[in-house]
């Protein structure tokens, strides 16, 4: 994750808007996405029923985020544990503070430990830690990682199985609501991060999703590194604001980068003028959404996301095959559902709980 930072502004030609039955059919799809994201998420199995509590018995399995300094994953460590521990089985997170020794720690003692699973959650790479997680295999361990590759994405050989999550779609979505606020017309700024391995495939989609709409609309991207997020998003957005004052929409990747761009948009007197809208559901971004300044937030649950993370490491060590993705909806806050989310907002509210009942039947606790 240590990635120089890459900042370019790929500039297109913009053409008059011309009413045709393309544009109107693009319109109609974009608009499909965005509706098909507004429902109330259902309960959708990712595989066939199994149960649960006999084949989990005694078994133990050792999570290591890439750190509990983050609320993202104090909150699925918590769903994951909680998840656990309904079925009856050992679950431990180990406790970080992003650094690689602690990781390294953390898959010794799960070794002497005599655990059955390795799991790397929250977007800890497997391959900073290939020579441990190959000592782990030849040990009898299992690994699984969660919440990290996107669905487009193999896993390294070091590891068994891979709880992926849907970046992609979250893409297609975050280009549809765009292309429908402007009007058909976006003039759009992506904001990525390179250093993060999902992050490539996301952006991807954003960007041929908007070729796909409309292939003479503009669209610029600056790639910013995790690590220089609070010292460059801000002064990167200014620039290409001041670059180009048509700018009329922000898509910044991963919520958090929020709080660095709303101070770009008072600086250039873009606030109100360039809308904004990202994904990941983090509550802080959420209450910005009610507040008015982000205009749309893409939600997943965590704690929905706790317990497919929980199923799919249990096929792992019942023989059941891998899901091809974390069961995880995504859905739409904005002005009209945001109140949903709580005040303050916060990981779980505005979804429901279908995932509950659903994940118990399928693991043959009711």
């Given amino acids: 994750m240590r990635l120089l930072i890459a900042s370019s502004f790929l500039a297109a030609s913009t053409v008059a808007a011309i009413t045709t039955p393309a544009a109107a059919d693009s319109m109609a799809d974009a608009k499909a996405i965005i509706e098909q994201h507004r429902a109330m998420p259902v309960f959708e199995a990712p595989g066939e029923p199994f149960d649960a509590k006999a084949c989990m018995a005694n078994k133990k399995v050792l999570s290591i985020p890439i750190s509990m300094t983050i609320p993202f994953n104090v909150e699925l460590q918590k769903?994951?544990?909680?998840?656990?521990?309904?079925?009856?089985?050992?679950?431990?997170?180990?406790?970080?503070?992003?650094?690689?020794?602690?990781?390294?720690?953390?898959?010794?003692?799960?070794?002497?430990?005599?655990?059955?699973?390795?799991?790397?959650?929250?977007?800890?790479?497997?391959?900073?830690?290939g020579p441990q997680l190959g000592e782990a295999r030849a040990a009898g361990l299992k690994i699984s990682t969660t919440h990290f590759y996107d669905v487009t994405q193999p896993a390294v050989a070091s590891v068994d199985y891979s709880g992926k999550v849907d970046f992609t779609g979250a893409g297609k979505l975050l280009a549809a609501w765009a292309y429908v606020q402007t009007e058909g017309k976006p003039n759009v700024l992506i904001i990525g991060s390179s250093d993060v391995l999902p992050s490539i495939p996301f952006v991807k989609s954003i960007?041929?999703?908007l070729k796909t709409l409309c292939p003479d609309c503009v669209q610029k991207h600056l790639d910013v590194p995790v690590s220089e997020w609070a010292t460059k998003i801000q002064s990167g957005t200014q620039s290409a604001l001041l670059a180009d004052?048509?700018?009329?929409?922000?898509?910044?990747?991963?919520?958090?980068?929020?709080?660095?761009?709303?101070?770009?948009l008072r600086i250039t007197g873009s606030e109100g003028a360039v809308k904004l809208a990202s994904f990941n559901g983090t509550p802080f971004v959420l209450d910005m959404v009610r507040e008015g300044q982000v205009e749309m937030d893409i939600g997943e649950s965590l704690g929905w996301a706790g317990y497919a993370a929980i199923d799919n490491i249990m096929r792992m060590l019942c023989g059941k095959p891998e899901v091809a993705k974390l069961n995880v909806p995504l859905l739409v806050f904005d002005k009209d559902n945001i109140q949903t989310a709580g005040v303050p907002a916060n990981f779980n509210d505005g979804y429901g709980d279908a995932h509950l009942d659903g994940f118990r039947k399928l693991w043959k606790l009711k």
């Fill in 245 to 264: 004052p048509s700018i009329n929409y922000i898509l910044p990747i991963y919520d958090s980068m929020s709080q660095f761009v709303v101070p770009a």
């Fill in 79 to 129: 769903a994951m544990a909680t998840a656990a521990e309904e079925v009856g089985f050992t679950y431990t997170t180990w406790d970080n503070q992003l650094k690689i020794d602690q990781w390294v720690q953390g898959i010794s003692q799960a070794i002497s430990q005599k655990y059955d699973v390795i799991d790397l959650a929250g977007g800890l790479n497997p391959e900073v830690l």
């Fill in 207 to 209: 960007q041929d999703e």
